[in-house]
């Protein structure tokens, strides 16, 4: 029975507020840091990625529809790796200041969204699915603006 009453203080201790909280703040210092790793692997990837389609889109280049198709796509990827860098930028600011940077976070959102409606293929999506692409790009829009203007 002693054990177990050693064994319940010792958990009680070990749950006080101070030693509960450092022992979350590491857990969160190391998953970002996994995060932040993981992320640089991402973006050497797209990179890549983007690299090998350039090659193979001029190699085997054909004069009709090359602006059609293979430039959204292009465009598409481009804007996958800033969201990438964009992303990285928001782990790395937490690490730093250990505060999630909502304009950060906005700015990556609308550049998501832009980038959706750039590489997006009007033939293949419906009008409810354009509607709550609008709705959504209007509210973090305005989102946007809100956090900006009360920084200033």
Known sequence: MNQLQKLVRQTQTNFK?????????????IVSRILSLAMVLVII???????????RSL???????????T???????FLSVLIAFEILENITAYLKKHVVEVELVLATSLTAIGRKLIILDL??????????LGVALLALSISYWIVRTSHR
């Not at 430039?71 to 990827?77: P, R």
């Not at 033939?123 to 709550?132: A, Q």
């Open 59 to 69: 190699l085997t280049f054909d004069s009709y529809g090359f602006f059609q198709s």
């Open 45 to 55: 990837v797209t990179v890549v990625d983007l690299g090998v389609f350039l090659v």
């Open 17 to 29: 507020d101070e030693k509960f909280i450092h022992c979350i703040e590491s857990v969160i210092a």
């Open 71 to 77: 430039l959204t796509e292009i465009f598409g990827l």
């Open 123 to 132: 033939e293949k999506i419906s009008g409810v699915s354009l509607i709550g």
